[in-house]
């Protein structure tokens, strides 16, 4: 394969990123990246309002609902990266690490099944004398 001479690259670089070029390609790719963006955000929309719900029915103050959200958000993005066991495996460990900071259990449930998912199959009293089989 032959060099390429001195501004050969940097000229072919200019060339590919002009407008005239780069935008038709972009331009295509925009309205599937904005389905998919749109998407996702319409569903972690949905998920924050569920979670307020159920959050204002058991009567958590507006300060301690910050790790419940975000117990939330970790469950959304494994349940959209996972799938089968691995999911499972992933959403338990999330589900006990926020059990551990505090979380109520009950509440940590119901914010699962909004999304479809369970937690906490194995009995917490497991986890507690150091063992999760």
């Given at each position: ?76 993005k494994k349940a959209n990266t ?44 497991k986890l507690l004398t150091g063992?999760l089989g």
């Amino acid at each position: 394969m032959p060099r390429k001479e001195v501004g050969e690259r940097s000229f072919n670089w200019e060339l590919s990123t002009r407008d005239e070029v780069l935008f038709p390609k972009l331009s295509k790719k925009h309205d599937k990246m904005s389905r998919l963006i749109k998407k996702h955000y319409d569903s972690i929309d949905y998920i924050y309002e569920k979670v307020a719900k159920i959050l204002d029915e058991h009567g958590i103050a507006i300060s301690f609902r910050l790790p419940y959200r975000a117990f939330a958000e970790e469950l959304y993005k494994k349940a959209n990266t996972y799938s089968s066991k691995a999911l499972e495996l992933e959403i338990e460990a999330i589900a006990y690490k926020y059990y551990l900071y505090g979380l109520d259990y009950k509440i940590m449930k119901e914010i699962a099944k909004v999304m479809g998912l369970e937690v906490f199959k194995r009995p917490i009293s497991k986890l507690l004398t150091g063992g999760l089989g």
